[in-house]
């Protein structure tokens, strides 16, 4: 997280103080820096230099408007799963040829606006799913274009709750299924099948899932095409994770040296799905210290930041490492003492980070690093709490990109 730094014993993101931005725009906040979103694209697309894919960034992980319209400008296009996306994606300019489609159960009506709205192409996920699509495109007297998801019953090595490439989980086609819909495009009419599309996970952080499914992908496309039959494009979706900790190492190497030379020589159109690569280690969350709360058995640090802000630690026990704002040169880590750092929300679940060694006092600022991505598209309003602002900054210059919600916020679509 090069552009989050110590300047002076402040915290800046690029050349902004987060103290500045906290007292300005109050807390919980979510903070992004601009040169670290176009710097994570610019880092893919040399990646993967070679094979001159269709970046589509996955809207999932952070849907914000503002930062939507930013990669869109560096040529990003988007990769979506549900209509509400897809407004989304209209909102921010993105051409439609630049939109592909996940989702396991995409509705008609969310089928009929994506297909009038003239996208790339739909990434189809069951049998059942393929009959609506072409009802829909003969319907409306189109020609849509498919890629099939292929379920390589591949164990990325990731969370359970993110696995998607193992044949227990409801994602995708087993490949019998998929070669059969390839054989018999007849039964298809109104579609252009003529891609895989593959995800096997999200935060995945060692390359050899990758490379077992790509394996798998390439002989399946080897064998279609002893069959007479083309496939034209290979997606082969996101996860590459990202060092939630100092300490951990970023998978781009292994992917460089083991993942790579597989894709070289096919001739296929790639696509690839990034999202927590790209926005994750790009933003943070700010909260205040409320109260610091000694136990016989504890120390709690209670913040204004909480499980509906930023659910990751409580959903998947996930790790985010947690510092403050303003270093104090006259405290030492000698000082620092084991703390829980917990939300105001009535779970015992609602935890930011267990067991860190911080020495804080009430009323300071505290920062969750690595918050870029499914922090605030996962929010809530849990316990009628309004969601945080959200501010993007670009060099000395912050701008706030979602107004922080109010009261009347929490209740204007209710009737009584």
């Known amino acids: 997280m090069s552009y989050f730094d110590y300047k002076k014993g402040q915290l800046y993101c690029e050349g902004i103080p987060i103290k500045s931005l906290a007292a300005k725009f109050g807390t919980p906040l979510y903070v992004y820096s601009t040169h670290a979103l176009t710097g994570q694209f610019k880092i893919l697309t040399r990646l993967f230099a070679g094979q001159r894919p269709l970046i589509c960034y996955s809207v999932k992980a952070n849907s914000n408007l503002a930062i939507l319209k930013l990669l869109i400008g560096q040529g990003a296009g988007l990769d979506i799963v549900s209509g509400g996306e897809l407004y989304r994606a209209q909102k921010a300019g993105c051409p439609a040829k630049r939109i592909v489609y996940a989702s396991v159960g995409k509705t008609k009506k969310e089928i009929e606006e994506a297909v009038r709205y003239g996208i790339l192409m739909f990434n189809a996920e069951s049998l059942s799913e393929l009959r609506v699509l072409d009802a829909v495109a003969g319907r409306l007297k189109k ?216 020495n804080v006092t009430e009323g300071e600022y505290l920062c969750v690093m690595s918050a870029g991505a499914y922090g605030f598209t996962m929010s809530s309003q849990y316990n009628s709490r309004c969601r945080a602002a959200e501010v993007l900054v670009n060099g000395t210059n912050a701008r706030l990109i979602r107004k922080r919600e109010t009261y009347k916020d929490l209740i204007t679509k209710e009737l009584v």
């Open 143 to 358: 020609k849509v274009k498919v890629a099939l998801r292929f379920n390589p019953d591949i164990e990325p090595g990731t969370h359970a709750y993110i696995t998607t490439g193992k044949k227990e989980t409801k994602f995708g086609l087993d490949e019998y299924t998929l070669q059969a819909v390839y054989l018999h495009p007849a039964a298809y009419p109104h579609l252009s099948i003529e891609g895989i599309h593959m995800h096997i996970g999200s935060q995945i952080t060692k390359a050899a899932g990758f490379v077992k499914a790509v394996k798998k992908v390439k002989t399946l496309i080897a064998r279609l095409d002893r069959r007479g039959i083309s496939v034209k494009t290979l997606n082969i979706g996101g996860g590459l994770g990202i060092p939630y900790d100092e300490e951990e190492n970023s998978v781009v190497d292994e992917v460089k040296k083991q993942v790579i030379p597989f894709l070289k020589g096919m001739k296929v159109r790639l696509i690839i799905e990034p999202g927590r690569f790209i926005a994750g280690n790009s933003g943070v969350m700010v909260t205040r210290v409320i109260y610091v709360k000694d136990t016989p058995h504890k120390r709690f640090v209670i913040v204004d930041g909480a499980m509906n802000d930023l659910a990751r630690p409580s959903l998947y026990g996930a790790y985010h490492r947690i510092i403050p704002v303003s270093r104090n040169a006259r405290r030492t880590t000698l000082d620092a003492r084991r703390v829980d750092v917990v939300g105001p929300v009535c779970e015992t679940g609602d935890f930011l980070g267990k067991n860190r060694d911080l």
